[in-house]
């Protein structure tokens, strides 16, 4: 069993779309987390959800939007999508805040 | 504010040969230092962590890393590298503030048959 499955795996799409990114981890963990991470592979945290209360919000443009159904899930909704937006998007899953992360295995995201 | 710094964006190291990738960071007291590595097309995986203890870590894959406080680093070594060993290794202190870890861009490492 997968414990942090990401879907989908690639996204391919125009630019001005809205697209999302489901998440969802089996461990029974608290916080779930969004990463991006760029073409120079720099990995930056954008969002962070403890049992489905919003805990850390990075500058992130406001068409970016974090959903949490509940603990085990956690989406990631793209309003208007930009060029700038293509980038491998993961997600994490921990115990507590600050604990050790387990990654799913991202969701690569290209805008043309 | 937090920070961690990779000096190297990539090493190259001999099969059979010992390794080091190194680390400094950036905290506001006492830190907790994590390794991470990426294998390409993967999601990041749990190496080590050092939270307090013994200066010297033992982790996953035959790993270790060692704590130095006055140096503040913590670089991850390898007695004898494999082939396989051939990713992309991230150092990350775990930001007190936000509760949550800090990456950079990471390290890649090169094991040369």
């Known amino acids: 069993d997968t414990a942090v499955s990401q879907t989908p795996k690639y996204l391919v799409t125009q630019m001005g779309n809205d697209k999302s990114i489901k998440c969802e981890q089996n461990?029974?963990?608290?916080?779930m987390y969004w990463y991006k991470q760029d073409s120079k592979k720099f990995l930056k945290i954008m969002f962070s959800?403890?049992?489905?209360?919003?805990?850390i919000n990075e500058t992130v443009p406001n068409r970016f939007s974090p959903k949490s159904p509940d603990k085990a899930h956690l989406n990631l909704h793209i309003n208007s999508l930009e060029l700038g937006d293509s980038a491998v998007y993961f997600c994490?899953?921990?115990?507590?805040?600050?604990?050790?992360?387990?990654f799913g295995e991202g969701s690569r995201l290209t805008v043309l | 504010a937090q920070s961690v710094a990779q000096p190297e964006d990539q090493v190259n190291v001999a099969e059979g040969n010992p390794l080091t990738v190194k680390c400094t960071y950036s905290?506001?007291?006492?830190?907790?230092l994590f390794w991470y590595v990426q294998y390409p097309n993967r999601g990041l995986q749990f190496l080590l962590k050092y939270i307090t203890g013994d200066n010297l870590v033992k982790g996953s894959y035959g790993f270790e890393a060692e704590f130095n406080k006055s140096q503040t680093s913590f670089h991850l070594k390898k007695p004898s590298a494999l082939v396989s060993d051939s990713a992309l290794y991230f150092c990350?202190?775990?930001?007190?503030?936000?509760?949550?870890?800090?990456f950079g861009s990471g390290t890649r490492l090169q094991v040369q048959p």
């Open positions: 905290v506001s007291g006492n830190p907790y």
């Open positions: 461990l029974g963990h608290d916080t």
């Open positions: 994490a899953s921990s115990q507590a805040e600050g604990g050790e992360l387990f």
């Open positions: 959800y403890n049992n489905k209360e919003l805990i």
């Open positions: 990350a202190p775990l930001d007190m503030g936000r509760r949550a870890l800090t």
